[in-house]
């Protein structure tokens, strides 16, 4: 099983829509957050976000081979800050604690899921997750 459906497929159980990953807002807006170029974007820059918000033993431990440690709504808008989630949010026509609360759930998984060495890989999970977002619905 490829990566990207590896992805799908355990995504699928956080999709709030029709059996599919592509139709729930969250799983979009969680893989463009880890496909996003440049500094406020992509998943070494999202780990930068969280170690320096203080929660660096959540996401390492999305990234490690053990438990996900859970995060908090609150948690997250502290770690990406409440004016990126209001944009997010905004943009995908969901309220900010639906939007907060509903990535919490989200976003560890992914990054579990693009991390299965248990460290953020050197090359492949960009390609797998650039594909992976150009499924999804605009």
């Known amino acids: 099983m490829s990566?990207?459906?590896?992805?799908?497929?355990?995504l699928a159980g956080a999709?709030?829509?029709?059996?599919s990953p592509a139709a729930n807002p969250?799983?979009?807006?969680?893989?463009?957050?880890?496909?996003?170029?440049?500094?406020?974007?992509?998943?070494?820059?999202?780990?930068?976000?969280?170690?320096?918000?203080?929660?660096?033993?959540?996401m390492d431990s999305w990234i490690s081979t053990g438990q996900n440690l859970p995060i908090s709504p609150d948690q997250l808008l502290q770690a990406l800050g409440r004016g990126q989630v209001q944009q997010m949010a905004a943009a995908s026509g969901l309220d900010v604690d639906q939007?907060?609360?509903g990535l919490a759930?989200?976003?560890p998984q992914l990054i579990d899921r693009v991390t299965p060495?248990?460290?953020?890989?050197?090359s492949g999970?960009?390609?797998?997750?650039?594909?992976?977002?150009?499924?999804?619905?605009?």
């Open 3 to 10: 990566l990207l459906d590896s992805l799908l497929s355990g």
């Open 15 to 19: 999709s709030a829509g029709p059996n």
């Open 26 to 58: 969250l799983v979009n807006i969680a893989i463009q957050m880890l496909t996003s170029r440049g500094a406020s974007g992509g998943l070494s820059s999202l780990v930068e976000q969280f170690q320096r918000a203080g929660l660096g033993p959540q």
């Open 99 to 101: 939007l907060s609360g």
């Open 105 to 107: 759930g989200v976003l």
């Open 117 to 122: 060495a248990g460290a953020l890989p050197a």
């Open 125 to 138: 999970v960009d390609d797998a997750l650039a594909e992976l977002s150009q499924m999804m619905p605009r």
